[in-house]
């Protein structure tokens, strides 16, 4: 079959793989290849059992895959057959050299442009797709255009806002596709075939363009503010726990306020995930970097209030269970940075995780999803934890469970139950504030939730 475009998206990942199978499911008129280093995380994308659990991904994979959505190795090929490339690669904290702990790693990211011109033998449109510091697209054309092969390259930005766990409902239905390009002739020609594969889905008013330094900029700008208002609400939390006030009612008080919206503002164990906080390292790095002092601390603030989070429940879970926690057997429920998905990056549980076992705690992880990750993130971290799928088995014999994640399954169990096969005097740490706090009080928990009065049985 001859297809109208033929696409390449460099990078399986999450965001790769969701993305890519969205534009194949969409558009079968196109013929649309991911390819990826990783031989293993390609041939689970050729199975049933691919690589990520995200919510009706497996369907929309499953409805194009072989049609015209290829996962393959052959990155050479893809680069030649194809005239549209995302690049969706990791872009991971800089962990040496200057910037080490701030700045964006770009290493896989030069590495892909270099590999697109050895390999192109034809003019390409280059997507970034991956998060990066604004001017790399920059960078990116001067690497392009370095060998003078006589071969037009365009580098659009298209950065990807779609948040694992709703990403095929994201991908299906975006607030808004951003596109920046430059404004040249040919970089506004480029930006309109992009224009043109999203239009076969999205509503042409969500698609907005910009210039390529705002389209890369806003993506760390939405990460950063999204961030915000987690350690805002956060951060208020504490000042919660200190006066009687409920973060909840709060919450919902300054939510109906139009201006101020009522999402993004739960309080919890604090946000966790692959981007969060690297985006905004990645700002505050920025922001040194041009002089901006001031507005770096700013944003910084935003993750040392992250980490004050997780460092203040471990604390309220030691003072509360008297104390001490050594020797007591604690079950994590939950261990995927947030529900509907299996991804652990930055998964605020490993903090919490680490903080427990430096106490001497013994660990019972229980996640429906992310087992798997969570063994290998908490492989070299010593200590007694074991892994126990079902919940009910995993809070067996513990003094304790600390909710890590907003799992539908974690609201609806049998507390009667497990409070009876516990350790007493039993606790419950509710990191999410998902559950019945007065209930489980009722059936004779302590319960100890964020930013609300905690309910003991020892007056
Ligand atoms: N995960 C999210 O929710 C999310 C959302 C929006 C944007 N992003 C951004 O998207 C980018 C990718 O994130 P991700 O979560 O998909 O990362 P990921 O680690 O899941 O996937 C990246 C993939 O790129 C592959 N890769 C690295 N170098 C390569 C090369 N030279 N050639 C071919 N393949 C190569 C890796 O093997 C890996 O499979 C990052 O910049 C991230 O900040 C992520």
Excluded at 14 to 19: C, M, Q
Excluded at 188 to 201: G, P
Excluded at 232 to 242: A, K, Q, R
Excluded at 333 to 356: H, M, V
Aim: glycine share 6%; net charge negative.
């Amino acid at each position: 079959m001859i297809f109208e475009k033929n696409i390449l998206c460099i990078g399986a990942g999450y965001v790769g793989g969701p993305t890519m199978a969205m534009i194949a499911y969409k558009c079968p008129q196109y013929r649309v290849t991911v390819v990826d280093i990783n031989p293993e995380r390609i041939a689970q994308w050729n199975s049933d059992e691919l690589p990520i659990y995200e919510p009706g991904l497996y369907e929309v994979v499953k409805a194009s895959r072989d049609r015209n959505l290829f996962f393959s190795t052959d990155i050479e090929k893809g680069i030649i057959e194809s005239e549209i490339i995302f690049v969706s690669v990791n872009t991971p904290t800089k962990t040496f050299g200057v910037g080490a702990g701030m700045a964006a790693d770009l290493q896989y990211w030069e590495k892909t442009a270099r590999q697109i011109l050895q390999c192109a033998k034809t003019p390409k449109i280059i997507v970034e797709k991956s998060t990066l510091p604004v001017k790399t697209a920059l960078a990116m054309e001067r690497i392009l255009n370095s060998e003078n092969k006589g071969i037009h390259f365009d580098v659009l930005s298209n950065p990807e806002f779609l948040a694992e766990g709703t990403a095929i409902k994201d991908l299906e239905k975006p607030d808004r596709v951003l596109i920046g390009s430059s404004l040249t002739d040919s970089g506004l020609k480029a930006r309109d075939e992009l224009v043109e594969i999203y239009a076969n889905w999205v509503t042409t008013d969500n698609i907005i363009t910009s210039n390529i330094w705002s389209s890369e900029l806003s993506k760390l700008v939405a990460n950063a503010f999204l961030a915000q208002r987690i350690s805002s609400i956060n951060s208020i939390s504490s000042l919660c726990e200190e006066t009687d006030a409920d973060i909840s009612e709060v919450a919902h008080a300054i939510g109906m306020d139009c201006r101020i919206g009522n999402r993004f503002i739960n309080a919890s164990v604090g946000f966790g995930g692959s981007c969060f906080k690297k985006d905004i390292l990645n700002l505050v790095y920025l922001c040194r970097h041009y002089g901006l002092n001031e507005v770096a601390d700013y944003w910084e603030s935003v993750v040392k209030i992250n980490d004050y989070q997780k460092e203040r429940f471990v604390y309220n879970m030691l003072t509360a269970m008297f104390n001490t926690l050594a020797g007591k057997k604690i079950c994590l429920l939950g261990f995927a940075f947030k529900a509907n998905t299996g991804d652990t990056r930055e998964t605020p549980a490993i903090t919490i995780a680490q903080k427990l076992i430096d106490e001497n705690a013994e660990l019972v992880i229980s996640d429906p999803q992310a087992l798997k990750n969570a063994k290998a993130d908490l492989k070299d971290m010593g200590g007694k934890i074991s892994y126990v799928e079902d919940p009910y088995k995993a809070a067996s014999g513990t003094h304790a469970i600390a909710v890590m994640t907003e799992w539908d399954l974690y609201k609806e169990l049998d507390y009667d139950k497990i409070y009876q096969s516990m350790n007493k005097p039993a606790f419950i740490f509710d990191g999410r504030n998902i559950l019945d706090h007065k209930k489980l009080f009722g059936i004779g928990f302590n319960v100890f939730p964020i930013g609300k009065p905690s309910m003991t049985h020892f007056d």
